[in-house]
């Protein structure tokens, strides 16, 4: 299995509640390295333009609202197949769904509010990467 790289990230619910380094240390525990990491406030714009492809769905507008609602931690992850890694310890998109021993299960307050952000293939991954980071702040 290759080395692969994905984005993630703690998402406002999760820093409101000073789960940063709780739910980092579930992502190291799965085998994620964190290459580059940043705690940002988001604009509108970006969170718009990050989340554009669900612009159609009823819940944008409010998920958009709740991005800008606090601080975010963005992070690039790097690890065997780190896609599919951090996919399976963030757990199902509604934390009611959610296997034990997930991020989401653990710490997720509801579907919207569900403490992590994971890119879903590595076409995605590095886009969103290249939408939060530059070159230079991804250290290997
Ligand atoms: N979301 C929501 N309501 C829904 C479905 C999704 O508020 O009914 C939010 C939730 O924060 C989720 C994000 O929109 O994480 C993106 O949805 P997606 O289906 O891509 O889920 P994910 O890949 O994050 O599990």
Redesign the pocket.
């Known amino acids: 299995m290759a080395v692969t790289r994905t984005f993630s990230i703690i998402k406002p619910d999760a820093t409101r509640r000073n789960l940063t380094g709780g739910v980092t240390k579930m992502l190291e525990e799965a085998g994620l390295r964190v290459v580059a990491s940043k705690r940002i406030q988001m604009t509108k714009e970006q969170a718009e333009g990050f989340y554009a492809v669900?612009k159609e769905r009823p819940?944008f507008n409010?998920?958009v609202s709740f991005m800008i609602s606090g601080p975010v931690v963005v992070q690039v992850l790097e690890g065997e197949d780190a896609v599919k890694c951090n996919r399976d310890v963030?757990g199902a998109?509604n934390p009611a769904d959610a296997a034990e021993g997930t991020i989401r299960k653990t710490y997720a307050e509801s579907?919207?509010a569900?403490s992590v952000?994971?890119s879903?293939s590595d076409e995605n991954a590095a886009i969103e990467i290249a939408y939060f980071f530059k070159p230079e702040e991804i250290v290997g």
Do not use: K
Request: no cysteine; aromatic share 8%; proline share 0%.
């Open positions: 669900h819940f409010d998920l963030m998109t579907i919207e569900n952000h994971g879903d």
